[in-house]
């Protein structure tokens, strides 16, 4: 399934963060995802496999994301 304004991508180097983006967790329970800011894009991680796969949104595809999950 596509979805206009999201996409995966997987670090080049293994895993390590891109300078100057710093991803923020909802806690210290199990089921969490990271969320950074990036120019262009909000990216998405899974908190327990930093290395692994992370979906990249662009602002309004985010933007309808948060929207929809928060009822509004």
Not at 5 to 26: C, H
Not at 33 to 61: H, I, M, N, Q, W
Request: some cysteine.
């Amino acid at each position: 399934m596509s979805v206009d304004g999201v996409g995966t991508e997987r670090s080049g180097d293994g895993g390590a963060d891109e300078p100057g983006i710093e991803y923020s967790s909802s806690g210290d329970g199990n089921d969490c995802v990271e969320v950074a800011t990036a120019p262009g894009a909000v990216r998405v991680r899974d908190s327990k496999d930093c290395r692994g796969p992370r979906l990249s949104f662009t602002a309004g595809a985010w933007e309808g994301f948060v929207s929809y999950v928060c009822g509004s």
